[in-house]
Nanobody, 123 residues
Framework: QVQLVESVGGLVQAGGSLRLSCAAS????????MGWFRQAPGKEREFVAV????????YYADSVKGRFAISRDNAKNTVYLQMNSLKPEDTAVYYC????????????????WGQGTQVTVSS
């Protein structure tokens, strides 16, 4: 079993930055690829970014490429999502998730989920 706890999100103005973190406990953190997903009101949960178990590979949704960066610190059992140049359309509940497989883009593939954290970007 893996427990995932996201940091508190927040309210930020358009163009601003925010860093989310997700702390994992339980089984070996480095055994899991880690992903970030988000869900806006009335919309499906969508893929944001994923990082491989070693941190050597990352993948991003086109909508965040060049603005967001995912990273991990296996010694601290933590994955991060640095979000820059935020836009109002980035407003959503953000979730981190763990999968005991190579990086996956489909949320249904993931084994464990955090509780989610609200990010609101004002225009």
């Amino acid at each position: 079993q893996v427990q995932l706890v996201e940091s508190v999100g927040g309210l930020v103005q358009a163009g601003g930055s925010l860093r989310l973190s997700c702390a994992a406990s339980g089984r070996t953190f480095s055994s899991y690829a880690m992903g970030w997903f988000r869900q806006a009101p009335g919309k499906e949960r969508e893929f944001v970014a994923v990082i491989s178990r070693s941190g050597g590979s990352t993948y991003y949704a086109d909508s965040v490429k060049g603005r967001f960066a995912i990273s991990r610190d296996n010694a601290k059992n933590t994955v991060y999502l640095q979000m820059n140049s935020l836009k109002p359309e980035d407003t959503a509940v953000y979730y981190c998730a763990a999968v005991a497989r190579p990086p996956q883009l489909d949320h249904s593939s993931y084994d464990y989920w955090g509780q989610g954290t609200q990010v609101t970007v004002s225009s």
